[in-house]
């Protein structure tokens, strides 16, 4: 009933300000026409007299020209005449005139005079408006006189309210008329409509069965009646999918492994292979002396799909990296990997150092990377560096249409920022792809990421995907406001969804996640915890009871300075940790041939020295920086071994650290300190939230982590081990097929 008074109320408003501006203009032109028309008999009188009273002027004739005042005084709204001779002076008026114009001639006379041709005005004269007319009167060339012509007006605006009453009437009218129409359409061909679609959608939800669709195939239902059917099939197909997950609970199987993602991918896949694109390649193969050396690059992307592809099998595509992967490949640039278990294939795409320099340091890593992060550095383009994405991101795509190759329905699943053009360039060749990429870190909002010169084509590319997935929900609005206002599309908010030249592009969050490990045997509780601690310490050549870890690429958005004036600050505060503490860093060199991220290395070794002088005694540091680039399996005991892991991102997309130290903490006796601008933070809110740029909030969050009850500790790791669990990198990768599974594909056609 509101929208239904919304809509007449609106009509109504509609409708009158339309009409009353038409009536306006109609009175006006009314106005105008009856001036026009009073002007034109004034001055045809006064030329038809004008032979008759001058002669008469000159000779002082003024009973005559009095006579002829008097008769012409009669007509029809001619309120009077007046005859001045050539001094101003009055010679002959019409009866009942106001004495002044016998006294003094009006100003429409000097006019007329002074330009020397008949002149009108329209004044009130003795509360009445009148028209009046003056024209000169000459005998030769000399001036005898004026005449002037007075005619009453007042009937224009009687006719000007008649108007306005007349168009008032008709208003209402029209707007009872609007008003009854109104209701009965919405009566008739909405609300039934509607009210027929709510009782199908009760029985639907009550489970009683799918009645047949009975929405009218009209355009304005059409759609809702597509959307209807398909929510048909989805829900039949979540049923059965709730029935299957009720039989794996009660067999106790409900936790993703990755034998269940093998054959749930199996079953979605229909033997259809799985092609995943990233920049980054999960095994490297380097040269160190005269043998070749087979390498894991440490990367929270890598950690994330590699268990997929041993799971799933399929293709991995990515740049050849290693100086040595050319001599690994077969003639189609692929090799089975791992070697020790092949499982999947990785091929190889090759591109040069200046492709390398351009699309990967330049347009991705000095562009995007700080647009997208937000973390107060200036993103850099240059044309040259967008020639290079634009032509990389062509040879990965010719690299994967080969692949795809006799595939019907081929599923491809690309990663990250490197590729937000690849999307559209597959999808232009294979229409039938089923086509993913998932954006591993941050989206800004609209109005930051509007600096990219670029910004209608990447997101153009991104657009020519069938499913678009970020960490949170928070990315997926900002990318779908960026989208809204950049391009010519129509989003679906309830969907979540973008249409732009015919396809649509769903947006999701996917919350990334590890491979969850099962417990290790040989764990023996709490003494073995402390036990690698001091073995750790011996190693590290410092005495300490408590032990911190970071982990780290040493990257601007990482917070990695910001948590060292973090420690500096808890140990000016509780003087009694110092001798006591020891914060193990462990950071990743990365990108150190951009200045920024070679100048970010040198503050980073400076804070430490600077704050390792301030606290060190012959024995004991706060600070040991392990700058190498570290493996699993050197990671892994610091996690076991730490009391507490700080993971403070200025802004991240996941940041998988945290999840890896919960992962690792198997005696449940950590705490993760974790950045509030993290999207781990949204999940693991078990974890103690801080703001990496309150350094007393952090100082804070050290000692309450160290003095935090055992009881605690354990049930706040407990909980979010739980999390990580349930909600493994095999349950990532389960739903993001599933999602794309479901997309119908005989609806969505390639983008243009």
Not at 400 to 426: K, N, S, W
Not at 513 to 535: C, V
């Amino acid at each position: 009933m509101r929208i239904t008074l919304r809509l007449i109320l609106s009509l109504i408003v509609g409708v009158t300000l339309v009409a009353s501006v038409f009536s306006y203009l109609q009175v006006r032109n009314e106005e105008k026409r009856l001036k026009e028309e009073t002007q034109r008999k004034a001055a045809i009188l006064a030329e038809s007299l004008q032979e008759t009273v001058s002669p008469l002027l000159e000779t002082h004739a003024e009973k005559k020209l009095q006579g002829i005042v008097e008769r012409f005084g009669n007509r029809e709204r001619l309120s009077g005449v007046v005859i001045y001779d050539a001094r101003g002076q009055c010679v002959a008026i019409t009866p009942g005139l106001p004495p002044n114009f016998a006294d003094n001639s009006p100003a429409a006379a000097f006019e007329a005079v002074r330009t020397d041709q008949g002149f009108g005005t329209f004044e009130d004269v003795a509360g009445k408006p009148m028209h009046i007319y003056a024209l000169p009167l000459h005998r030769g060339d000399n001036l005898a006189g004026v005449l002037v012509i007075l005619y009453d007006v007042s009937h224009i605006q009687q006719e000007a309210r008649s108007a306005w009453r007349l168009n008032f009437q008709w208003l209402l009218v029209q707007m009872l008329t609007i008003t009854l129409v109104t209701i009965l359409i919405v009566r008739w061909s909405i609300h039934g409509p509607i009210a027929k679609t709510a009782e199908w959608m009760k029985k639907l939800r009550a489970g009683e069965g799918t009645p047949p669709v009975t929405l009218p195939q009209t355009d304005l239902f059409q759609p809702i009646a597509q959307e209807v059917v398909h929510l048909t099939e989805r829900l039949s197909a979540a049923r059965a999918a709730a029935k299957e997950e009720a039989r794996l609970r009660e067999a106790a199987d409900s936790l993703w492994t990755p034998e269940r993602l093998k054959e749930h991918v199996k079953q979605k896949l229909l033997g259809r292979p799985l092609t995943v694109v990233s920049n980054r390649e999960p095994y490297m193969h380097t040269r160190r002396g005269k043998e070749i050396v087979l390498t894991e690059p440490a990367s929270g992307l890598v950690s994330a799909l590699d268990p997929i592809l041993r799971a799933c099998g399929g293709t991995w595509v990515a740049h050849g990296a290693g100086d040595a992967d050319l001599e690994m490949v077969d003639g189609q640039n692929k090799l089975m990997v791992p070697p020790q278990e092949p499982l999947f294939t990785l091929k190889r795409v090759w591109i040069t150092k200046e492709e390398e320099e351009g699309y990967y340091f330049g347009f991705s890593n000095e562009g995007l990377w700080p647009l997208c992060h937000i973390a107060h550095t200036r993103p850099t383009f240059r044309a040259e560096d967008w020639g290079n994405y634009r032509a990389v991101n062509v040879k990965f795509a010719e690299s994967v249409l080969e692949e795809l190759e006799g595939t019907e329905e081929p599923f491809v699943l690309i990663q990250d920022y490197h590729f937000a053009l690849l999307p559209g360039l597959i999808k232009r060749a294979r229409p039938d792809a089923r086509v993913a990429i998932f954006w591993h870190i941050p989206w800004p909002n609209p109005e930051a990421f509007r600096i990219c010169p670029w910004q209608q084509e990447l997101l153009d590319g991104l657009l020519g995907a069938d499913l678009v997935g970020f960490h949170t929900q928070y990315h997926c609005n900002n990318f779908l406001e960026t989208v809204d206002g950049a391009l010519e599309s129509r989003i679906d908010w309830d969907r979540f969804a973008v249409n732009r030249h015919g396809h649509t592009t769903l947006v999701k969050p996917f919350p990334i996640s590890i491979a969850f490990p099962p417990a290790e045997a040989g764990w023996e509780g709490e003494n073995s915890k402390t036990d690698l601690k001091f073995r750790l310490f011996r190693e590290l050549g410092v005495e300490a009871w408590y032990m911190g870890v970071g982990v780290d690429r040493i990257d601007y958005t990482k917070g990695i300075v910001e948590r060292f004036r973090g420690i500096e600050r808890f140990l000016e505060r509780f003087p009694g940790y110092r001798e006591k503490l020891v914060f193990v860093e462990l950071g990743a060199p990365s990108r150190t041939h951009i200045k920024k991220y070679h100048d970010l290395v040198a503050e980073v070794e400076a804070e430490v020295d600077r704050i390792n002088w301030k606290f060190q005694t012959k024995t004991w540091k706060p600070i040991v920086f392990r700058k190498a680039h570290h493996t699993h399996e050197d990671i892994r005991p610091y996690y076991r071994a730490a009391d507490f892991c700080l993971v403070t991102s200025l802004h991240d997309g996941m940041n998988l650290v945290a999840k890896e130290y919960v992962g690792a903490c198997e005696g449940e006796q950590g705490v993760l300190i974790l950045s509030c601008f993290t999207g781990a933070s949204r999940e693991l809110q078990s974890a103690l939230i801080v703001n990496p740029y309150d350094t007393e909030q952090m100082a804070e969050a050290i000692r309450y982590s160290l003095e935090l009850p055992a009881e605690e500790r354990q049930s706040r790791m407990h909980r979010m081990r739980e999390t990580v669990r349930d909600a493994n990198v095999y349950a990532w990768a389960a739903s993001l097929v599933n999602e794309l599974c479901q997309i119908p594909m005989e609806v969505n056609e390639a983008p243009h």
